[in-house]
């Protein structure tokens, strides 16, 4: 999204009210960011954050068959 803004990573971070450093470890893959900042993030773009039950977890709260 801050590529197809053509925003460096620096003025992305200032605009979504994260650390810079934040930007380049999600960006390289090294973090996980949190609800919060998912949402911070997401929601001018129409993102929401949820969860997602996965297909053959629908029957088992562990996941696993019986």
Known sequence: MRQALGMTQA??????????RLIVELEAGTANPTAETLA??????????G???RKEAAGSPSG???
Do not use: H, L, S
């Open 11 to 20: 003025r992305f971070a200032q605009t979504f009210k994260v650390t810079r």
């Open 64 to 66: 696993e068959e019986d």
């Open 40 to 49: 911070k993030i997401g929601k001018p773009f129409g993102y929401q954050v």
């Open 51 to 53: 969860f997602v039950v």
